[in-house]
């Protein structure tokens, strides 16, 4: 089969050198990629491409191809691409994506926020800044009602400070928004230790971290 599987984190910039994102680095993708591309097909999305090449780790003993992003619409353009043109079976969609972008960096004078100019390096002069958040698009709700992917689709979920009860209930909710056939989910705080593969009969299996990669050849066979 041809799989697509993306890992890291995206980066949202504040300026040329400053850029706001998550504590993800791409391990659990990479370590999917590496266990998938014994018997399969393999392209690697990642932020960390050097774990993926790394000599002594995932380097030349294997054949998947890696690309590379860092901001999230290089992730968005790029997964656009490889999807519509790919002919993929099975997406495994596990990076770390940005909820939210920049859109502006103020400071504030007599009580009034005025634009910083960002398209450099901000001085460290200022006293406050006060950054502008706004709210990225959901790109795993794309892949198949924009970019027509019919295959296999595998979403990834992360929550913190969640019961198991609760976090199944709204990985279900998440599975179906994005019309996945199988969602993973898991809570920060346990993270390395288990996570729930959830089916699209909403069957709940739980694996071990180290077992993750080899559950999901499994259910993608």
């Given amino acids: 089969m041809k799989i697509l599987v993306t890992a890291g984190s995206t980066q949202s910039p504040i300026d040329q050198v400053r850029v706001i ?6 391990r659990t993708g990479t370590e999917i990629a590496k266990k998938l591309d014994a018997k399969h097909e393999v392209t690697l999305i990642t932020s960390n491409p050097r774990m993926a090449e790394s000599p002594g780790g995932y380097g030349s003993n ?11 619409d290089q992730l968005a353009d790029l997964m656009e691409q490889e999807i519509c043109t790919g ?10 994506v940005s909820d939210y972008r920049v859109e502006g960096v103020f400071t504030q004078e007599d009580g009034q926020l005025q634009v910083v100019v960002a ?3 901000i001085p460290s002069s200022h006293s406050e800044l006060f950054l502008r958040l706004t709210p990225t698009f ?4 794309k892949i198949r009602s924009e970019w027509g992917f019919e295959g296999t689709l595998i979403k990834f979920k992360l929550q913190v400070n969640m019961t198991e009860t609760d976090l199944i209930k709204r ?6 928004a994005s019309e996945a056939d199988y ?12 996570a729930l593969i959830i089916d699209s009969h909403d069957v709940v299996e739980r694996v071990s971290r180290l077992n993750l990669p080899k559950a999901l050849e499994r259910v993608i066979s």
């Fill in 138 to 141: 959901k790109i795993v709700d």
């Fill in 171 to 176: 990985a279900m909710n998440s599975r179906l």
């Fill in 21 to 26: 994102t998550n504590i993800f680095r791409g």
């Fill in 183 to 194: 969602i993973v989910a898991n809570c920060l705080e346990w993270s390395k230790e288990y």
């Fill in 87 to 96: 002919q993929y079976d099975v997406i495994i969609h596990s990076a770390a």
């Fill in 62 to 72: 294997y054949k998947y191809r890696v690309l590379s992003f860092k901001t999230f």
């Fill in 119 to 121: 398209d450099s390096k």
